[in-house]
């Protein structure tokens, strides 16, 4: 067993139907469930994202822009509860597949300023791997010093997790192929990018914030802003296809995939 975790993210886009509110994709959970338990891969950690589960109830409460009304307090925990049901199926498809899956809502020991991470207790998160549990975390309403609350994503989570734990590599699973120099589905031209350096990755961020590019995922540009840093300090990340069948299995065995590669 290797002595470093690595570090997956599911993206909500993947594993819920992000087009209908509060709708889980339970084909795919259970599939990725079962690639899972096929890899064997330890020491693992799990963040997931939020997809139909998070964001319409952040976005109608405005959780995001933090407390100003106590109208959206309600919210606030609507939101929290919304991303634990989606947690707590994922986590039951893992138990179902003999993946000592472990729930942990960041929400509970992440407390931010501004959005970004300020105060943290991983020492339970630690313990749990310590323990040969996978802990399974996702993006998450949070309490936030300055804004009261805000919005946590999941791949903020990654960054600072694979930093804290000195990840093996980052996978992130998503619903295209990889990196692109623009979207493939609004452009059948669009190049893809099977490896990239960091000081590459940088200009391409560079790029997509000039010209405002949309990104595949609807969120690309701030997955590279979150991965940079972890990348910086020498882990290596790999972006793959999530949505289809056989690639994270592959990606966490190690073994080739069709994917994008980011180096240091």
């Known amino acids: 067993m290797r002595s470093k975790p690595i570090v997956l993210k599911l993206g909500g886009s993947v594993v819920t139907y992000k087009e209908k509110v509060l709708s889980p994709n339970y084909e795919a959970i259970k599939r990725l469930a079962e690639e899972v338990a096929r890899a064997e891969a330890q020491p693992l950690i799990i963040v997931h994202g939020g997809g139909s589960f998070g964001h319409p109830l952040a976005s109608v409460y405005r959780i995001a822009e933090g407390f100003s009304d106590n109208r959206q307090i309600l919210g606030f925990s609507k939101t929290h509860e919304a991303m634990v049901f989606l947690n707590n199926l994922i986590v039951k498809n893992l138990l179902d597949q003999d993946v000592p899956a472990f729930s942990m809502a960041p929400s509970s020991f992440i407390i931010t300023s501004k959005g970004r991470i300020q105060t943290y207790n991983y020492k339970p998160l630690i313990k749990a791997v310590d323990m040969h549990l996978v802990p399974v975390l996702h993006g998450d309403a949070v309490l936030d010093f300055d804004k009261g609350f805000a919005v ?80 910086r300090c020498g882990i290596p990340t790999l972006i793959v296809n999530a949505s289809k069948p056989g690639n994270i299995e592959m990606a966490l065995k190690g073994e080739e995939v069709v994917g994008t590669k980011i180096e240091r």
């Open 152 to 231: 946590l994503s999941g791949d903020q989570i990654v960054a600072h997790i694979a930093l804290k734990l000195k990840a093996e590599k980052i996978i992130m699973g998503i619903d295209v192929d990889g990196l692109y120099d623009s979207d493939p589905k609004l452009n059948p031209s669009a190049h893809f990018i099977p490896n990239i350096k960091l000081e590459q990755l940088e200009k391409l961020k560079n790029t997509l914030t000039r010209t405002s590019l949309i990104d595949v995922t609807h969120g690309m540009m701030g997955k590279i802003s979150e991965i940079i840093l972890a990348i």
